[in-house]
């Protein structure tokens, strides 16, 4: 179960006003199981398209990094940029 960061019962609250319905303090229960399960189902389909990707491997960060560019020595100059990415997933660092 992970915990979120905003209070539960601010967005219960929220919530009531946008639908107007008045806040009955369960409605924050039912947002924090509801929001758990959420989180199992997100977690559960990204654990799923890893196997898909066959991203799940014990070696596949070291087959798809290259730890040349992520290895600095001691008094090396630095560049202007430490590496690139694009915006495809950083499929084209490969």
């Known amino acids: 179960c992970t915990c979120p960061c905003f209070s539960i019962q601010a967005q219960c609250k929220m919530l009531c006003y946008l639908h107007n319905v008045p806040y009955r303090p369960y409605l924050s229960q039912q947002l924090t199981h509801a929001f758990d399960v959420y989180l199992k189902i997100l977690h559960r389909v990204n654990q799923k398209i890893q196997v898909v990707l066959n991203c799940n491997t ?37």
Not at 58 to 86: G, Q, T
């Open 58 to 94: 014990r070696e596949w960060r070291l087959r798809n990094e290259c730890l040349a560019c992520f290895y600095h020595i001691k008094d090396e100059p630095k560049l202007m940029f430490d590496w690139l990415v694009s915006i495809d997933g950083n499929n084209s660092l490969k």
